[in-house]
Nanobody
Framework: QVHLVESGGGLVQAGGSLRLSCIAS????????MGWFRQAPGKEREFVTV????????YYADSVKGRFTISRDNAKNTVYLQMNSLKPEDTAVYYC?????????????????WGQGTQVTVSS
């Protein structure tokens, strides 16, 4: 497993932007695809986006496509989530996760390491 720590969450007005970071340690970062999930109050955790180990491929949930961008810097063992045009429905705890790159990238069992989460609150 790899140890993950997220940062960058906070309170922002609708239409604003935030950039989340997740730094990894403990295992070879480039062995892993990196994903972001989120959990809103009273809801199940859901897939947001994933990026391949090389950074050349990514997938997004329909709800964030065109507004969020995932990227990674393998030299810094860090994955980023740039969130633009934020909406109140984006309010959630955001988690980064490390796992494999495969057919089930959107499912939680694909990931074996998780961060503690960072809160994002979007006010209307």
């Amino acid at each position: 497993q790899v140890h993950l720590v997220e940062s960058g969450g906070g309170l922002v007005q609708a239409g604003g932007s935030l950039r989340l970071s997740c730094i990894a340690s403990g295992r070879t970062f480039t062995n892993y695809a990196m994903g972001w999930f989120r959990q809103a109050p009273g809801k199940e955790r859901e897939f947001v986006t994933v990026i391949s180990w090389s950074g050349n491929n990514a997938y997004y949930a329909d709800s964030v496509k065109g507004r969020f961008t995932i990227s990674r810097d393998n030299a810094k063992n860090t994955v980023y989530l740039q969130m633009n045009s934020l909406k109140p429905e984006d309010t959630a705890v955001y988690y980064c996760a490390a796992g494999g790159w495969g057919l089930y990238y959107y499912r939680e069992p694909n990931y074996d390491s998780w961060g503690q989460g960072t809160q994002v609150t979007v006010s209307s």
